[in-house]
């Protein structure tokens, strides 16, 4: 009876996990974009109207006796601010192994994701009590842009090597 098998050989770990690094730091910079991408797409809309003052429509401070101006329907781009606090991606070792990690300071980023926004009281001192609309966009970079198909793309460049 004839038999066929299938051999792996020259097993090197240490390659292996430099391979694995290596795939990360380069993919990290495909999943900003990502990110940026899915934050820009209009497709997170704050559920109604604004009012500002007309001197933080432009990024001033607020003074008093300034008026109020509608600002629009607002969406999760709005003044910037989010998008333009995320961070390079980051690559580290950790007690568990490698991660890729990237990062949004904007102090209400976590608020925008997971759709929790405080009540307050607005300039014409009524209370508004915001919709709470979650706009994930983390999911939707990592569904746009998985890293299993990228990391078995490089495992193929890695064994024809």
């Not at 003074?63 to 999760?76: H, M, Q, S, V, Y």
């Not at 608020?111 to 999911?139: A, C, F, H």
Request: hydrophobic fraction near 35%; glycine fraction near 8%; charged fraction near 25%.
């Amino acid at each position: 009876m004839a038999r066929v098998s299938v051999k792996i050989t020259r097993w090197n770990k240490t390659r292996l996990s430099k391979a694995v690094d290596d795939a990360l730091k380069e993919f990290g910079p495909q999943l900003a974009e990502q990110a940026r991408e899915e934050i820009t797409t209009r497709k997170w809309p704050w559920p109604g109207p604004t009012l500002r003052f007309e001197s933080l429509l432009m990024g001033g401070k607020p003074e008093r006796g300034g008026f109020l101006i509608p600002a629009g329907n607002r969406d999760i781009v709005d003044t910037g601010t989010l998008l333009n606090s995320q961070q390079p991606p980051k690559v580290q070792t950790t007690g568990v192994g490698v991660e890729l990690s990237i990062t949004w300071t904007a102090p209400y980023a976590k608020n925008v994701l997971m759709g929790k926004y405080d009540s307050y009281i607005n300039p014409e001192g009524r209370l508004v009590v915001p919709e709470q609309v979650k706009r994930n966009w983390l999911t939707s970079t990592l569904e746009a842009k998985p890293f299993l198909p990228f990391l078995v793309q490089r495992w193929n460049q890695l064994a024809g090597q």
